[in-house]
């Protein structure tokens, strides 16, 4: 059974920080990554990092947030710096397997204040 489990979101402060963790198992993801959504927004691509190390990030996060993972236990983490009110969304965790099969995680809220 596929699993991924975020943990590390919350309410934080505009120019704050958080990290946020995402633990996968049950598959060998080529591809992970961190997606979020608003409240009446689409979902949106925040950065991705393959296997081989491999980023990619959204414009609106470049910059503040990096994304990296531990291929040994399958975790991916974002850290999140210089957060801003518009960074408000729930953060999902994402993993793409070599057959191109998209697994996602629960969600994490993640609230910036003014």
């Known amino acids: 059974q596929v699993r991924l489990v975020e943990s590390g979101g919350g309410l934080v402060q505009a120019g704050g920080s958080l990290t946020l963790s995402c633990a996968a198992s049950g598959s060998i993801f080529s591809v992970m990554g961190w997606y979020r959504q608003a409240p009446g927004k689409k979902r949106e691509l925040v950065a991705v990092i393959t296997v081989g190390g491999r980023t990619n990030y959204a414009d609106s996060v470049k910059g503040r947030f990096t994304i990296s993972v531990n291929n040994a236990n399958n975790t991916v983490h974002l850290q999140m710096s210089s957060l801003k009110p518009e960074d408000t969304a729930v953060y999902y965790c994402?993993?793409?397997?070599?057959?191109?099969?998209?697994?996602w995680g629960q969600g994490t809220q993640v609230t910036v204040s003014t």
């Open positions: 994402n993993g793409a397997d070599d057959f191109r099969r998209d697994y």
